[in-house]
């Protein structure tokens, strides 16, 4: 256990609905990431906050994805009119300054 | 997209064997990190390089980093079956926040 923790652990849902992800970091953690990781490949970036500001997003973020960083602890992850190619696990990490970055156990999506 | 490379991609040994996985970038870096992971789990983070030191060691784990060659290796000394699991190098890039993963190592040990 990192002290990084994520809910749900899976989501399974149909093409079209909307999904949200929680991501809990480690308390004095200012810095938290998202990234998405499919079969067989390492994860890719989504995007960053450092506090409750979002500092900067990937192309990979469509505009159906949004994250947010209330009060600069949790963050949510809202991917909305889900698409097939949605799944994947979604990783969260966070970190104190420039060291290193500690993971949740993922939340494993499956779009039908 | 991906930084780097790790090769093999693939690398399947005998328990108490050493393994050793190596990783390619391409741009400047403050920091290497590797990291294990289970199939279906979280990324555990194992060891983190800085770009100016060469070597580091934690436990069974042997780590170089050859900036010049934009390089690092990953040594695994008298393997364990619980070993068994996919590694991935990540850098951690001068002035960039996010990490940039390879595609990763699959390792497996055999009893």
């Known amino acids: 256990d990192t002290g990084v923790s994520q809910d749900p652990r899976h989501k399974i849902t149909k093409r079209g609905q909307n999904v949200t992800f929680r991501c809990d970091p480690i308390s004095e953690h200012n810095r938290l990431y998202w990234y998405r990781q499919t079969l067989g490949q390492g994860p890719e970036f989504l995007t960053y906050f450092q506090n409750e500001a979002q500092l900067e997003k990937s192309r990979l973020l469509s505009d159906r994805f949004s994250a947010e960083r209330p009060k600069g602890s949790f963050s949510t992850l809202e991917i909305q009119r889900t698409e097939q190619g949605d799944s994947a696990m979604y990783l969260c990490?966070?970190?104190?300054?420039?060291?290193?970055?500690?993971f949740g156990p993922g939340t494993r999506l499956t779009v039908l | 997209s991906q930084q780097g490379e790790e090769d093999p991609q693939a690398l399947s040994i005998q328990e108490g064997e050493n393994a050793t996985m190596n990783c390619s970038y391409k741009t400047s870096i403050n920091n290497l990190q590797w990291y294990r992971q289970n199939s279906g789990r979280g990324l555990v983070h194992l060891i983190l390089i800085r770009s100016n030191e060469r070597e580091k060691h934690s436990g069974r784990l042997r780590v170089t980093l050859d900036t010049s060659k934009k390089s690092s290796s990953l040594l695994i000394t008298a393997s364990r079956a619980a070993d068994t699991a996919s590694y991935f190098c990540a850098t951690d890039g001068k002035g960039a926040q996010k990490l940039v993963f390879g595609q990763g190592t699959r390792l497996t040990i055999n009893p």
């Open positions: 990490a966070s970190r104190l300054t420039a060291n290193e970055q500690f």
